[in-house]
């Protein structure tokens, strides 16, 4: 099964800017719904944006909307997480998830659904100061 392996995360302070990487090992992320998820303590996991499988459909939560990108770079077989403007509630641990799937259709309900991804990686910490 193809491990998913993310990089990048660090602490940085208000305003700064990070980008998250994210590879397969022994997979390629064309033709699948590659996602971004995170979980601060104490909360749930929560979606944060997602490439959808077919197309260029991106997608991303109305949380994080104008601030963070999703970039699926299918060339270098990397999913991409560019974060700016950074706030401290945006510290957590972010995940980068794998839907091998493919329903017909995009619904955000669906993209953003947890139980949907059957591959996931370890995290990576991201500590936002004030």
């Known amino acids: 099964q193809a491990q998913l392996i993310e990089s990048g995360g660090g602490m940085v302070q208000a305003g700064d800017s990070l980008t998250l990487s994210c590879v397969p090992s022994?997979?390629?992320?064309?033709?699948?719904?590659m996602a971004w998820f995170r979980q601060a303590p104490g909360k749930e996991r929560e979606f944060v944006g997602a490439?959808?499988?077919?197309?260029?459909?991106?997608y991303h939560a109305d949380s994080i909307k104008g601030r963070f990108t999703v970039v699926r770079d299918n060339a270098k077989n990397t999913l991409y997480l560019q974060m700016s403007s950074l706030k401290p509630e945006d510290t957590a641990v972010y995940y980068c998830?794998?839907?091998?799937?493919?329903?017909?259709?995009?619904?955000?309900?669906?993209?953003?659904?947890?139980?949907?991804?059957?591959?996931w990686g370890q995290g990576t910490q991201v500590t936002v100061s004030s």
């Open positions: 022994g997979a390629s992320i064309a033709s699948t719904t």
């Open positions: 998830a794998r839907d091998t799937q493919h329903p017909p259709i995009a619904k955000l309900s669906y993209i953003a659904d947890t139980r949907n991804y059957d591959t």
């Open positions: 490439a959808w499988w077919r197309s260029s459909s991106i």
